[in-house]
């Protein structure tokens, strides 16, 4: 019996072991679980598969406490970033705003048809939540989280085997316009992923994944980020959380001028992100009973 459990708490050790050297290639990334269809609204989520872990000293991966999102869904045209991509996918020319492609968005406006809501209940990751708004009260993002006291739901726990946690939302129904020459518009959304809380934390690396293409003024320490080292979006395909809508090619063909169309990318921009990314001071997080998520 002795020598079972000494052979059984070895094969434990090895299996974190190797989980430890794989690091973040072990586990897919935090994604979106389904592709949309064009002129369907629905529900989607956030897929949820590793705890937080330091890409640069792979260390033990933590248990997820809470997570917090981002849009690229502003009002201001300026707080998103949209590129053509090219065929394989790379970042091409900048667009101003959606308008050439999208049926109801105006020129000079943000992409506010994206419609997202807020799902309760059954099926979410943790049972407690609040949502981001901006000046215009949109949703912009949401905060979700795992206790303290008087709310209980446990953290996903994730330390040594890995278990898909969902996190839903509600999006609307998009349409191309016909004229149009995009084949489908990949929605980038910002996500990070919380394992640890309070100021002694902030300067290790498993405190947080940070789930998004490149770093911010705030989202800066790039152990937590995809990768180790930063992406070229012009010569290669940074890692986001990533919705793409794809166009009805036979309700909504493309004319024959596309020759083949194009995809397109929206992501939210930096002042978007590190305003409503972080999960704020004071009541945890801001607005809900509770202890201090950030002393």
Same mark, same amino acid.
């Given at each position: 019996?002795?020598?079972?459990?000494?052979?059984?708490?070895?094969?434990?050790?090895?299996?974190?072991?190797?989980?430890?050297?794989?690091?973040?290639?072990?586990?897919?990334?935090?994604?979106?679980?389904?592709?949309?269809?064009?002129?369907?609204?629905?529900?989607?989520?956030?897929?949820?598969?590793?705890?937080?872990?330091?890409?640069?000293?792979?260390?033990?991966?933590?248990?997820?406490?809470?997570?917090?999102?981002?849009?690229?869904?502003?009002?201001?045209?300026?707080?998103? +970033?949209?590129?053509?991509?090219?065929?394989?996918?790379?970042?091409?020319?900048?667009?101003?705003?959606?308008?050439?492609?999208?049926?109801?968005?105006?020129?000079?406006?943000?992409?506010?048809?994206?419609?997202?809501?807020? %799902?309760?209940?059954?099926?979410?990751?943790?049972?407690?939540?609040?949502?981001?708004?901006?000046?215009?009260?949109?949703?912009?993002?949401?905060?979700?989280?795992?206790?303290?006291?008087?709310?209980?739901?446990?953290?996903?726990?994730?330390?040594?085997?890995?278990?898909?946690?969902?996190?839903?939302?509600?999006?609307?129904?998009?349409?191309?316009?016909?004229?149009?020459?995009?084949?489908?518009? +990949?929605?980038?959304?910002?996500?990070?992923?919380?394992?640890?809380?309070?100021?002694?934390? +902030?300067?290790?690396?498993?405190?947080?994944?940070?789930?998004?293409?490149?770093?911010?003024?705030?989202?800066?320490?790039?152990?937590?980020?995809?990768?180790?080292?930063?992406?070229?979006?012009?010569?290669?395909?940074?890692?986001?959380?990533?919705?793409?809508?794809?166009?009805?090619? %036979?309700?909504?063909?493309?004319?024959?001028?596309?020759?083949?169309?194009?995809?397109?990318?929206?992501?939210?921009?930096?002042?978007?992100?590190?305003?409503?990314?972080?999960?704020?001071?004071?009541?945890?997080?801001?607005?809900?009973?509770?202890? +201090?998520?950030?002393?």
């Amino acid at each position: 019996m002795k020598h079972f459990k000494a052979v059984k708490k070895m094969a434990l050790y090895s299996v974190a072991a190797v989980m430890g050297m794989a690091g973040t290639s072990a586990f897919a990334h935090t994604g979106i679980r389904d592709v949309v269809q064009e002129n369907v609204a629905g529900y989607n989520a956030f897929t949820i598969t590793h705890g937080c872990n330091d890409n640069v000293e792979l260390g033990s991966h933590q248990d997820i406490i809470a997570m917090s999102t981002v849009f690229p869904n502003a009002a201001d045209p300026a707080m998103a +970033k949209i590129y053509k991509l090219t065929s394989t996918g790379i970042q091409g020319e900048s667009v101003p705003d959606l308008s050439d492609d999208i049926v109801g968005v105006l020129p000079g406006v943000g992409f506010t048809k994206l419609g997202v809501g807020l %799902v309760s209940g059954g099926g979410t990751l943790f049972a407690n939540f609040l949502p981001t708004l901006d000046s215009t009260t949109a949703i912009r993002g949401y905060h979700t989280w795992a206790g303290p006291a008087p709310y209980s739901s446990a953290p996903l726990a994730e330390q040594v085997t890995s278990a898909t946690g969902l996190s839903p939302f509600r999006y609307g129904a998009i349409q191309f316009q016909t004229t149009s020459c995009a084949k489908s518009l +990949k929605v980038r959304i910002a996500v990070a992923n919380w394992c640890r809380r309070g100021n002694r934390t +902030k300067d290790l690396g498993d405190r947080l994944d940070v789930w998004m293409g490149h770093t911010t003024p705030v989202f800066h320490d790039q152990r937590t980020m995809p990768r180790a080292a930063p992406y070229d979006a012009s010569v290669e395909v940074p890692y986001w959380p990533t919705m793409t809508i794809a166009r009805d090619l %036979v309700a909504n063909p493309l004319t024959a001028a596309c020759n083949g169309g194009y995809d397109l990318s929206i992501e939210p921009a930096d002042a978007d992100i590190d305003t409503f990314l972080p999960i704020p001071g004071g009541q945890y997080p801001a607005g809900a009973p509770g202890a +201090k998520f950030f002393p």
